[in-house]
């Protein structure tokens, strides 16, 4: 039986989510939020020690203003309600993408919030903020400067000495990466999920889960 050692999630679909129910693409963004509750719960069940949630791609500056605000506004408001479930949880919290460019109110939550959870042991949630695959390898190789190889590219990638994720899961029915963990999903599972992400359940995750467990992961061996 395969370990499982990290699970990664494209939760895509939040704003066809609200559309659908003439309610605004926000309004599926605000129902997102419930989902990544219940997944942050059932990998703690499952004892899966790392999940990372795709939250903001470097693309998504694209989208109107308000939307923006609104995504940023949420993660605010998460924390300031959940912070401590989160810490006495044992939930770590961390970050990876390019923090520098979020305005200051979000980068100050994201801090306090990295601080506070940094010896969590329970299980590491990791939240891609203004990520992009691209940026990150381009940043690993100026890091790396002459010395170029994989181990220390994957040393200078934000998820630094994580393992891979075993599986990635994409809501929303796309089949595609959005530019998302390009290097570490190089033997990863993929799950393209028709729901939208506010749908997706817990019971559908340990399905998932289920499936991984019985495939024969060849890494290019027989
Ligand atoms: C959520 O889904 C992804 C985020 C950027 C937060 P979308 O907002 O892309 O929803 P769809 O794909 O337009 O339905
Ligand atoms: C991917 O979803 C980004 C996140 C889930 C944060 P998008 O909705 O931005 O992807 P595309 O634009 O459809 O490829
Ligand atoms: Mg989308």
Avoid: C
């Avoid at 066809?16 to 309610?23: A, E, I, P, T, V």
């Amino acid at each position: 039986m395969n370990k499982l050692n990290h699970v990664a999630f494209i939760m895509d679909g939040n704003g066809r989510w609200g559309q659908r129910r003439n309610k605004g693409r926000n309004f599926g963004h605000f129902n997102g939020v419930k989902t990544v509750k219940k997944i942050v719960e059932k990998s703690i069940k499952l004892r899966i020690p790392i999940i990372t949630f795709y939250v903001f791609s470097t693309e998504n500056w694209k989208r109107p203003k308000s939307e923006i605000n609104f995504l940023f506004q949420l993660i605010i408001n998460y924390f300031k309600e959940e912070l401590n479930k989160v810490i006495s949880n044992g939930i770590k919290v961390n970050i990876i993408g390019k923090l520098n460019r979020l305005p200051k109110k979000i980068k100050i939550v994201l801090k306090d919030v990295t601080k506070k959870t940094k010896k969590n042991k329970r299980i590491i949630v990791n939240l891609a903020i203004n990520y992009g695959s691209r940026d990150e390898i381009v940043d690993a190789f100026k890091r790396v400067k002459n010395k170029i190889n994989i181990k220390s590219l994957s040393k200078a990638l934000y998820t630094k000495n994580m393992e891979n994720p075993d599986i990635l899961i994409r809501t929303g029915g796309h089949k595609r990466l959005s530019n998302f963990m390009l290097w570490q999903l190089a033997y990863t599972e993929i799950y393209f999920v028709d729901k939208l992400w506010p749908d997706f359940n817990g019971k559908d995750f340990e399905k998932i889960t289920n499936n991984f467990k019985k495939v024969k992961r060849n890494f290019g061996s027989i």
